[in-house]
């Protein structure tokens, strides 16, 4: 796992605890304008609230490889949330950098 996908989970997952449930939710990042980003959190996985702890963080790494929320830039191969990436192949650094796109 490298530092990029370290910091992904920090940033775009959380773990919200709760005496019924703990649920792992990830950020889905919206664009109002190309300068306004907004965030809503989805729950995506529920585990028991008797979960021992490195069944929550492998359960938190895994949602990396959600396809929904999570792709791989082709051009510079780092994971990013879907609403940071200009299409399904190229992430928003690389369209500006090496294909002369502007935000
Ligand atoms: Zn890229």
Same mark, same amino acid.
């Given at each position: ?52 702890? #490195?069944?929550?963080?492998? @359960?938190? !790494? ?6 929904? *929320?999570?792709?791989? +830039? &082709? #051009?510079?191969?780092?994971? @990013?949330? !879907? ?6 192949? *190229?992430?928003?650094? +690389? &369209? #500006? ?7």
């Amino acid at each position: 796992m490298n530092s990029n996908d370290i910091d992904l989970i920090k940033d775009m997952t959380r773990v919200i605890v709760s005496p019924e449930a703990i649920v792992l939710e990830v950020a889905e990042v919206h664009w109002l304008t190309p300068h306004s980003p907004f965030t809503v959190w989805h729950p995506v996985v529920v585990l028991s609230p008797s979960s021992p702890q #490195e069944k929550i963080e492998a @359960s938190r !790494k895994s949602l990396l490889t959600r396809k929904k *929320f999570f792709a791989t +830039c &082709a #051009e510079c191969g780092r994971r @990013s949330i !879907k609403g940071h990436m200009h299409s399904e192949s *190229f992430c928003m650094s +690389c &369209a #500006e950098v090496n294909n002369d796109i502007a935000y």
